[in-house]
């Protein structure tokens, strides 16, 4: 076995591997670009180095940077993860050249699955079905649209050399052929540099449902069960689970042994997955076809782990030291049901838009035997804009799917993420999506239930008001003491924020927004039983105590609720019953009484940068006046005025890059 292995890669996938290497007593050495000096993978390791600036292409995509590291520091193997130079044929040679394992099949099964045109031919060679469509080397446009005429529409025009849904095109109409393939052509060119494309039969309604395989260089093949990964989005996958609903013991089979046949066609050793498309009937036909392999571990390969009782990670060092494979076929089994959703820094809201900044409050769910996170984030770290914006994986396991699904559904309501836009509400919109309950599973189920998946922002409910408000009341007091604590006479009762006056209590108002809904919450101050809030006409007890990290404990009315409360800025992310609301809390010096007020309107709406100043520091200018034009993801967003003011200065200059939420002017209302 190893004494030491580098681990080409960054985020949750070198953690990953990291925690087993650990367990196993072999040390590790991680890799680092500018960018991630002080991330999790770096703390994490043995060992670091430095190898280039923050863009992947000048560190994490440069083969002889990675190998200099590992010579510098006597790694015996390298571990690529997945991504970056995973599949990479020429580097996994390097690695061969200079004498390194590189942890990962041999460089003759990454070439010949790197093509998905070879790779078919491959296949159809070892009798594994393939997918009605055209595979062949002739690619004149003409003869390509009488292949689809041939096939039938709609069909699917996919780059050779592709991934992650790009260089793919649907067809639906004869007509529109030549033109999708010019499109289709451009991205291969500009993404993979390979415009070489295949034609396939596009199944309206179809599941992705892929085999974890994995071999020896002893020559045994096994197979690892399936997962299913239809729930996508653009052909990228949102949810995993195994093993696929609705998988009969005979199909299992079948499509088990087209996997290992798969394999064994190439000489595959290490970790692979042989991924097929099936019609979304699948229970009853039985159906499917041979759409890719992946040469490497894949993000989901948790789920597999979880229902298996293996570590695959574990299994990869094992067989790159030599060793045979761990278990037979026949001593592989399955117990229960495993899910995995991925926690991603992006707004659903905003076409999955990435979110970067710094990770304000993060707390996932208590690990245990039913809940699993791989992150490669903690409280405090950055999400960059160079990096895939994954925060984590969530994985869940119980014996059932159903009770999987409540278990995901607990998780994901005790996940709280503050700093970035993110994905947590829309995955638990997801899995309680009656068509995802029910396993009625295909590709096109996000567009299918857009209706229920993104709904119009709701008004938050009372109870939310209320403890947000409790939230900041507490928050005031606390600050209150510590500032009592460092003065002359600590116990002067002018310190205290409990409303106390000489003759009678004081009464205050306090205001705060969530969207365009704006309440006046009238605050009464009893230090017995907390305070009376009066919103809407309606007034309420309410106390609590407040914790660490925003963590409270309310008391409404004799009703205990648990609920947390974390402020940024002027803003209060209020997490109650598994929602988060985001109020804002304004300031009643500066608040004009006409529906205005900066909040919301003088912030950056999403990470960016400003490109243009449009009116002048220290001028009045008319609600609704164009202020300056921040540009995000190749989209400008206008700025505006939110009432009549004075536009006092600009918090940043042209060419400034914002975080989202960064205040961006100094303005006052009705000056």
């Known amino acids: 076995m190893f004494d030491k292995i580098l681990i080409a890669n960054r985020g949750e996938i070198a953690c990953r591997v990291i925690k087993t290497a650990r367990r196993m007593g072999i040390r590790t050495v991680a890799v680092y670009s500018e960018a991630d000096a002080g991330a999790r993978h770096v703390r994490l390791a043995d060992e670091a180095v430095l190898i280039g600036a923050a863009e992947a292409g000048a560190s994490y995509l440069v083969a002889d940077k990675v190998l200099a590291a590992a010579k510098q520091t006597g790694a015996q193997a390298v571990h690529p993860g997945y991504g970056f130079l995973s599949e990479n044929a020429a580097f996994a040679e390097a690695c061969e050249r200079s004498g390194i394992v590189f942890i990962g099949p041999p460089v003759a099964a990454i070439r010949a699955m790197g093509s998905k045109s070879e790779a078919k031919k491959l296949m159809e060679n070892a009798g594994v079905p393939l997918t009605p469509g055209y595979h062949g080397d002739e690619q004149a446009p003409e003869f390509l649209k009488q292949q689809a005429d041939r096939i039938g529409y709609p069909v699917l025009i996919k780059a050779a050399a592709g991934g992650g849904g790009k260089g793919m095109r649907t067809v639906f109409k004869s007509e529109e052929f030549l033109d999708a393939l010019a499109s289709c052509q451009r991205e291969a060119q500009s ?97 499917f076809f041979f759409m890719e392999m992946n040469t490497r571990l894949q993000v989901e390969h948790p789920v ?83 990096y895939d914006p994954m925060i984590a994986k ?26 970035v836009a993110n994905n947590v509400g829309f995955l638990a919109r997801l899995v309680a999506c009656p068509s995802f309950a029910a396993a009625e599973l295909d590709t096109g189920l996000i567009e299918r239930e857009r209706t229920l998946l993104f709904p119009e922002s709701a008004e938050p409910p009372h109870q939310a008001w209320l403890i947000a ?117 304004v300031d009643p010096l500066y608040h004009a009484g006409e529906g205005g007020g900066a909040e919301g309107g003088l912030v950056a709406p999403m990470p960016g940068k400003v490109i243009a100043l449009l009116a002048t520091a220290g001028s009045k200018v008319e609600k609704g006046a164009a202020l300056l034009i921040l540009e995000a993801m190749k989209m400008e967003h206008t700025i505006t005025a939110p009432a009549s003011g004075m536009l006092k200065r600009y918090l940043y200059g042209v060419g400034d890059q914002v975080v989202d939420g960064a205040e961006l002017v100094e303005f006052e209302i009705g000056s």
């Open 191 to 287: 993404s993979f540099g390979d415009t070489h494309v295949l034609v396939e039969k596009y199944l309206l309604r179809s599941r992705h449902i892929e085999m974890q395989v994995f071999g020896d260089s002893h020559g045994n093949v096994v197979y690892l069960f399936e997962r299913d990964c239809s729930v996508q989005r653009r052909h990228q996958k949102v949810l995993e689970e195994a093993p696929a609903p609705g998988m009969t013991l005979e199909r299992r089979a079948a499509m088990g042994k087209a996997a290992v046949d798969a394999a064994k066609a190439v000489g595959y050793v290490g970790a692979g997955t042989v991924e097929f498309i099936v019609d979304h009937d699948f229970a009853n036909t039985g159906t």
């Open 394 to 419: 969530l994985i869940v396991w119980d014996e059932t799917r159903e009770r999987a699904l409540a278990r995901m559904l607990q998780a994901l309501a005790q996940y709280r993420v503050v700093g």
């Open 304 to 386: 597999t782990e979880m229902i298996t009782g293996q570590d695959l990670v574990e299994w990869q060092l094992l067989v790159a030291a030599g060793a045979p494979l761990p278990l037979s076929q026949e001593q592989l089994s399955i117990r229960g049901h495993a899910l995995e959703a991925r926690i991603y820094a992006e707004d659903p809201d905003k076409g999955f838009l990435p979110s970067t900044g710094r990770l304000v409050h993060l707390a996932p769910p208590e690990e245990s035997l039913h809940v699993r996170v791989d992150t490669g984030v903690e409280q405090g770290d950055e999400i960059t804009p160079y």
């Open 469 to 585: 408000a409790l939230a900041e009341l507490l928050r005031e007091a606390r600050l209150a003491d510590r500032v009592a604590q460092r003065s002359a006479d600590p116990y002067s009762p002018w310190h205290r924020r409990d409303g106390w006056r000489i003759n009678s209590a004081a009464q205050r108002t306090l205001i705060l927004r969530h969207g365009e809904s704006e309440k006046n919450i009238a605050v009464a101050y009893d230090t017995r039983q907390g305070y009376a809030l009066t919103v809407d006409g309606q007034t309420n007890r309410v106390a609590g105590e407040l914790g660490e990290n925003g963590n409270l404990r309310v008391d409404l009315g004799g009703t205990r609720i648990a609920a947390t409360v974390v402020a940024t800025g002027e803003r209060r992310h209020t997490f109650l019953h598994g929602r988060a609301y985001i109020f804002a809390s």
